[in-house]
């Protein structure tokens, strides 16, 4: 798994990463359904940039992750315009991308150790059902480190196309998918010849 805490040491470094996973999901929570209109998707990003200013990552660090979801960006706006409209495409794809850049404020500060821990303790309960919650966890931790692989290749995608002098187009998601999937395959390789799928 690619290494994704910062260097530094921050406010959000010290936070127990329990505390941080329980206020991502409920502010995801509080974000989707405060955030149905476009105002409130704008208060929703607003507030991604007031985490990373008051937990010490910084505005800078805030518009990096930005920057590295563009393409992710582009696919779910292109996406929802086309079957919702462009007002609930620029509204949903703003409510995503608010989630995700708290989700990488998590990572950034959190050792993926720690969130494995976390989880697994906050999903013990499950073993009733006879769900493993080791398990569990591993996929959401996989899940959230994911995130950034898959938008680095789509900017490496849009590099090579660049290049050939291809414009940004349908080709441009066909290869993103064909690259996710092969990727995800890989992953579950490796998985496999670890004894862990």
Known sequence: ?????????TPLHRVPAGWKLASLVLLSVAGAVASS???????????????????????????RQLWRVKWIIVLLAAMQAIFLGWEAAVTGTARIVAIVLLAAAVTLTTP?????????????????ARVDPARVAFTIALTIAII????????????AQ????????????????????R?????????TARGVA
């Open 112 to 128: 993926v150790a720690d969130m494995l821990d976390a989880l697994e303790r906050c999903l013990t309960p499950l073993r009733i």
């Open 162 to 181: 660049r290049a050939r002098g291809v414009r940004l187009g349908v080709r441009w998601i066909v290869t993103m998918l064909v690259g996710a999937l």
């Open 148 to 159: 950034p692989v898959i938008s680095q290749l789509g900017a490496q995608i849009r590099e």
């Open 183 to 191: 990727h995800a395959d890989d992953v579950g390789d490796a998985l």
């Open 1 to 9: 798994m690619i290494p994704l805490v910062l260097p530094r040491r």
């Open 37 to 63: 209109t476009a105002l409130g998707a704008a208060i929703a990003l607003v507030a991604t940039v007031a985490v990373y200013v008051a937990g010490g990552i910084g505005i800078r660090e805030w518009a």
